[in-house]
């Protein structure tokens, strides 16, 4: 199982938290919000459950849904 990457370090330690739609790396510790416009290209999607690791990129540019918070 590939796991997902997280955007502020770039290693494979994010995890999701009690709140959903809340992940947290263990690695850096930073915390990211999955959002349902893309903060790069502005496109709206539906929020999914995290099943995979693609729930969590836009595709419409391959940008990542998830803010830091």
Not at 18 to 24: A, I, T, V
Not at 44 to 68: F, K, P, W, Y
């Amino acid at each position: 199982m590939e796991r997902p990457i997280c955007p502020g370090c770039g290693e494979p330690w994010l995890r999701p938290t009690q709140l959903p739609g809340r992940y947290r790396c263990v690695y850096c510790l930073r915390r990211f919000e999955l959002v349902s416009q893309c903060p790069n290209c502005g496109e709206h999607q539906t929020i999914v459950r995290m099943s995979a690791s693609e729930d969590m990129v836009c595709q419409q540019c391959g940008n990542s849904m998830l803010r830091s918070i």
